[in-house]
């Protein structure tokens, strides 16, 4: 697995490492160790699914308050998605900052998300699909989100959401806590 840093403290771009011969290849997509050895200490609590029937279908940006965050890992098994993360830990160098990738069942390049950060994709194909691995159990009493076109992120969506439920369409403003 290599590992890539962004500009956002503990959130890492992981691309895999083939080994490839005539009948394919072989990739870890998932290690403790090699986590480990890049900052990252995440026990698997959960794997999810989420199935999206067309492009641009926006899910987010979510988050799962203190005491019990969310770090998860992120990976498209099927079609494309742009992936975003804001960083929403008051205090951290880069609060309120985001970060994107286009992550696809070609290019299978994962995000890891610590706690404290709030996550979001879109779709740019139709029939996408992601697994994600998380490191908290869900708490619906702690979910949380910000609005996707919140002013204080300016996250540079490639497309505009053509798909989006109630609940993530309305997020108040964000109110920053310095
Ligand atoms: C996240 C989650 C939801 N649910 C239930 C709650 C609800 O009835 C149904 C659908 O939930 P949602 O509408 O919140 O699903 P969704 O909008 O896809 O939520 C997800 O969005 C992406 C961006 C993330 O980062 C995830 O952590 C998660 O927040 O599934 C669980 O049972 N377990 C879970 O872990």
Avoid at 59 to 86: L, S, T
Avoid at 98 to 108: F, H, I, M, P, V
Avoid at 135 to 156: C, K, M, S, T, Y
Wanted: charged letters at 20%; hydrophobic letters at 40%; aromatic letters at 10%.
């Amino acid at each position: 697995m290599k590992f890539t840093k962004t500009n956002i403290a503990g959130v890492d771009l992981i691309e895999l490492e083939t080994h490839e011969d005539n009948r394919g290849f072989f990739a870890r997509s998932f290690c403790v160790d090699e986590l480990g050895d890049n900052g990252h200490d995440f026990a698997v609590h959960q794997a999810n699914l989420s199935f999206n029937h067309h492009a641009g279908t926006l899910r987010g940006m979510h988050y799962q308050a203190a005491p019990v965050g969310d770090p998860k890992i992120v990976r498209c098994i099927a079609g494309r998605i742009f992936d975003v993360v804001i960083d929403l830990r008051a205090g951290s160098p880069t609060y309120c900052q985001w970060t994107g990738a286009e992550l696809s069942a070609q290019n299978r390049k994962s995000f890891i998300i610590p706690e404290g950060c709030a996550h979001g994709f879109i779709t740019l194909d139709d029939n996408s699909e992601v697994m994600y691995l998380m490191g908290a159990p869900f708490e619906a009493n702690l979910a949380a989100g910000v609005r996707w076109n919140d002013p204080a992120f300016a996250i540079d969506w490639p497309i505009t959401p053509s798909l989006i439920n109630d609940r993530d369409a309305n997020y108040p403003d964000y109110e920053r806590q310095e």
